[in-house]
T-cell receptor
Framework: DAGITQSPRHKVTETGTPVTLRCHQTENHRYMYWYRQDPGHGLRLIHYSYGVKDTDKGEVSDGYSVSRSKTEDFLLTLESATSSQTSVYFC???????????FGSGTRLTVV | GQQLNQSPQSMFIQEGEDVSMNCTSSSIFNTWLWYKQDPGEGPVLLIALYKAGELTSNGRLTAQFGITRKDSFLNISASIPSDVGIYFCAGQNTNAGKSTFGDGTTLTVKP
């Protein structure tokens, strides 16, 4: 009963290459979010979406872009991956009450 | 932007002990949330708080929404080994539901 899945779970890529991470939900929730998690920094918001084709930037959006062409899919793209983008990326969806997120299992991205 | 200070950063306790952790902010939040993260997984929502002064329990967990709306507390009673993990607080304000997260408290429970 995952409700939200991320792919791939692990990826190793080279500096300068484009990378796309996918988040897929089956809950029909309006709001979707991309966060990155790094040691000592907790979870930081990259981009979020409040509907199909409606997206906005979070606090660490530089170097990232997103797209949402369908309610169920939210894509995160690193246009030209850098080593500083090595991180664990989490997608989340939000229902109404209790306002909290349901997170995916994460994508561990390594840029070499 | 808004920042949350979560403390302590880590805790090492004996099984059966009670645990307290807290989160403070320089800004007001309308909603406080507490999550737990197990290794290799995403955080899971434990408790959501909606009103200043609110006290909410979920089993052995109790959380409070501070009266000033700038802080929140989480207590775990009679800890057990499966309580091990990272606990995050999060504050939320806008209708877009963006959450600001603390840096987490890593809990280790010794049997």
């Amino acid at each position: 009963d995952a409700g939200i899945t991320q792919s791939p779970r692990h990826k190793v890529t080279e500096t300068g290459t484009p990378v796309t991470l996918r988040c897929h939900q089956t809950e029909n929730h309006r709001y979707m979010y991309w966060y990155r998690q790094d040691p000592g920094h907790g979870l930081r918001l990259i981009h979020y979406s409040y509907g199909v084709k409606d997206t906005d930037k979070g606090e660490v959006s530089d170097g990232y872009s997103v797209s949402r062409s369908k309610t169920e899919d939210f894509l995160l793209t690193l246009e030209s991956a850098t080593s500083s983008q090595t991180s664990v990326y989490f997608c989340a969806i939000r229902a109404a009450l209790p306002f909290g997120y349901t997170f995916g299992s994460g994508t561990r991205l390594t840029v070499v | 932007g808004q920042q949350l200070n979560q403390s302590p950063q880590s805790m090492f306790i004996q099984e059966g002990e009670d645990v307290s952790m807290n989160c403070t902010s320089s800004s007001i939040f309308n909603t406080w949330l507490w999550y737990k993260q197990d290794p290799g997984e995403g955080p899971v929502l434990l408790i959501a708080l909606y009103k200043a002064g609110e006290l909410t329990s979920n089993g052995r967990l109790t959380a409070q929404f501070g009266i000033t709306r700038k802080d929140s507390f989480l207590n775990i009673s009679a800890s057990i080994p499966s309580d091990v993990g990272i606990y995050f607080c999060a504050g939320q304000n806008t209708n877009a539901g963006k959450s600001t997260f603390g840096d987490g408290t890593t809990l280790t429970v010794k049997p």
